[in-house]
Nanobody
Framework: QVQLVESGGGLVQAGGSLRLSCAAS????????MGWFRQAPGKGRQFVAA????????FYVESVEGRFTISRDNAKNTVYLQMSSLRPEDTAVYYC??????????????????WGQGTQVTVSS
């Protein structure tokens, strides 16, 4: 089973940018559809973005459409989330997730079997 480690979180001012990375080990990432989710304090886990195994299909929650971009480099076993025009409401712990059964992007957390430990993103106003 693949293991996932997120990195790239931090503190940024509103309007700024961050790039999150999700590195996989113990497996071949191209066998997995991938997703990014986030969880703010006191709230449930929210879908952010997802990408198919090949990277040819992506899907975003409406609130990040046009600001965030999910991508993958299967040769590097890594998935990215480029975040721009960040807002205070984007503050959350961001998690990447993987599933070998999915072929296309999926917006539902229960569809994913493997999760990383999360990385904190804080956007100050």
């Amino acid at each position: 089973q693949v293991q996932l480690v997120e990195s790239g979180g931090g503190l940024v001012q509103a309007g700024g940018s961050l790039r999150l990375s999700c590195a996989a080990s113990g497996g071949t990432l191209s066998n997995y559809a991938m997703g990014w989710f986030r969880q703010a304090p006191g709230k449930g886990r929210q879908f952010v973005a997802a990408i198919s195994r090949s990277g040819g299909s992506t899907f975003y929650v409406e609130s990040v459409e046009g600001r965030f971009t999910i991508s993958r480099d299967n040769a590097k076993n890594t998935v990215y989330l480029q975040m721009s025009s960040l807002r205070p409401e984007d503050t959350a712990v961001y998690y990447c997730a993987a599933d070998p059964k999915l072929s296309g992007p999926a917006p539902v957390a229960n569809e994913y079997d493997v999760w990383g430990q999360g990385t904190q993103v804080t956007v100050s106003s």
